[in-house]
């Protein structure tokens, strides 16, 4: 089995251009390549069936790009087994097999350039690539992110796991990529999408676009807590008391309302934990309520640690609103897996199912919003 001579020819004559990457229309037997003047493509000219062909078109790049006379299967094994710390060429070189799974492996890698995501969002521009790519710093900040954000954006109507939603929004929000008018619309699409309130949870927390009112008795609290700004605990009641902590609370108590998966809560209280991850004696995180409620009491009781001492003492009649902002803050994932652990709902049954962890957490919600 061998390539026809004509495209042996011009595959051969390709590969000597300066490639940057190479993908394949395999529904219409056509190899694109990018270049450093453009795009360029080879029509295939198959004499055996496609799927065998493309074989033969995949082991001609291996062998040409890497050497690599079992083809792209053994080299890639290889690579994975290897791990991903690679070099710049050596993540280059994947780009220019024609595999999808090659290209997945370098928008994973932890390594990599700018220059270097260009030219795999070219070659397989997917959802989960745009979301893995935006994931490294130096891609976020580079002229790719508002590109990859607008391809995410256009294609959130069609994503079915609720993890990927949210992944999605928040992934677009902590540059800043979006205008405020994109962020105002996707606010609204939340509405009917709670998975996506998680986004904003986890992507911009404290500039929430809906405006909240600030507790009532927020002025007169920091007034109190005047001299306190290095205390952790002292800061956070004031950000929950505040008008954006405000809103926050009342998304989260929206979300546990209305959630429709598993994943949804999951990363509900993975957001939780990352809000209140200042606080030092919350770190830990206990499977139950039951167990945040007694570790809160035996804290106040015993003074935590001397920043919790002297909040308690300037707020001595706060204790209530102090012990639910340590209740709170112990919430993460710990929390759920006795529950999920026992069931694969979702839905209404899910929520009847978490009532005995969710509805003592809105009552210690409440005691904290106005």
């Known amino acids: 089995m061998q390539l026809s001579n004509e495209d042996n020819l011009r595959l051969n004559v390709l590969l000597a251009q ?23 493509k080879v029509q295939l000219n198959p004499t055996m069936k496609d799927e065998r062909y493309l074989r033969l ?24 087994r290897m791990g991903q710390e690679r070099r710049e060429e050596s993540l280059a070189q994947l780009l220019l097999l024609g595999e999808e799974e090659a290209v997945i492996a370098v928008v994973h890698a932890p390594q990599l350039t700018p220059e270097i995501a260009r030219h795999a969002w070219w070659a397989y521009p997917s959802a989960d690539n745009a979301r893995r ?12 992110a508002r590109e990859l954000a607008e391809f995410l954006l256009e294609f959130l109507p069609f994503e079915v796991e609720h993890k990927d939603m949210i992944d999605s929004v928040r992934l677009c929000l902590v540059p800043r ?104 004696l919350c770190a830990g ?31 001595p009649d706060q204790r209530e609103r102090l012990r639910a902002m340590l209740i709170l803050a112990q919430m993460g994932e710990p929390a759920l897996n006795p529950i999920f652990g026992r069931t694969d709902a979702i839905g209404s049954v899910m929520r009847k199912k978490l009532k005995p962890l969710t509805d003592p957490l809105q009552q210690q919600m409440a005691l904290l919003r106005g």
């Open 57 to 80: 078109v995949k082991e001609l790049l291996s062998n040409k790009i890497m050497g690599s006379p079992g083809g792209y299967p053994v080299y890639i094994k290889r690579w994975t």
């Open 285 to 315: 995180r206990p499977r139950s309520i039951e167990e945040a409620e007694a570790r809160a009491d035996h804290w106040l009781e015993q003074g935590g640690d001397e920043d919790l001492r002297v909040l308690v003492e300037a707020l």
């Open 177 to 280: 990529l979006l205008t405020d008018e994109e962020i105002a619309d996707l606010w609204k699409r939340a509405r009917r999408r709670q998975s996506l309130y998680v986004g904003f949870l986890q992507g911009m927390p404290d500039e929430l676009p809906e405006a909240g009112a600030p507790h009532p008795e927020a002025g007169e609290i920091a007034e109190r807590l005047k001299g306190l700004d290095d205390n952790p605990y002292a800061r956070q009641l004031l950000r929950l008391l505040s008008g954006a902590g405000q809103m926050y609370l009342e998304t989260v108590a929206r979300v546990i309302d209305k959630a429709a998966s598993q994943d949804t809560v999951v990363q509900l209280f993975l957001a939780l934990a990352d809000y209140h991850r200042e606080l030092p």
């Open 18 to 40: 300066d490639l940057k990457a190479i993908r394949i229309d395999e529904s219409k037997m056509i190899v694109h390549a990018l270049t450093g003047k453009g795009e360029v």
């Open 133 to 144: 790519l935006l994931e490294k710093r130096e891609v976020a900040e580079s002229d790719l």
